[in-house]
């Protein structure tokens, strides 16, 4: 069973950083790729930014572009997004979660392109 942690979330002031860690439990997260996800309160769970298998390639919602950044280290099984520039607009609970397929690229931005999931770590940004 694949598990999935967060880490990282708290109060911030707009314009302050935050970087938040996922760590992924299972000896092949190197072929698999990740995304991120958020969730504010009343609204559905969009699309962050995700990072393909290989590290090569990152993409990113426009809402975060120039802003977020996101990596991995797959000798550490981690995943992690740095949010710098944050805004109120950026509070939600953050998520991580694992594409379903090994080497896959494709629809970053649909949740049913995952299939594992963390319990999500609480982002505030005030004003």
């Known amino acids: 069973q694949v598990q999935l942690v967060e880490s990282g979330g708290g109060l911030v002031q707009a314009g302050g950083s935050l970087r938040l860690s996922c760590a992924v439990s299972g000896r092949t997260f190197s072929i698999y790729a990740m995304g991120w996800f958020r969730q504010a309160p009343g609204k559905e769970r969009e699309f962050v930014g995700a990072?393909?298998?290989?590290?090569?390639?990152?993409f990113y919602a426009d809402s975060v572009k120039g802003r977020f950044t996101i990596s991995r280290n797959n000798a550490e099984n981690t995943v992690r997004l740095q949010m710098n520039s944050l805004k109120p607009e950026d509070t939600a609970i953050y998520y991580c979660?694992?594409?379903?397929?090994?080497?896959?690229?494709?629809?970053?931005?649909?949740?049913?392109?995952?299939?594992?999931w963390g319990q999500g770590t609480q982002v505030t940004v005030s004003s």
């Open positions: 979660a694992r594409v379903s397929r090994p080497w896959y690229s494709g629809r970053w931005y649909d949740t049913d392109s995952y299939d594992y």
């Open positions: 990072i393909n298998w290989s590290d090569s390639n990152t």
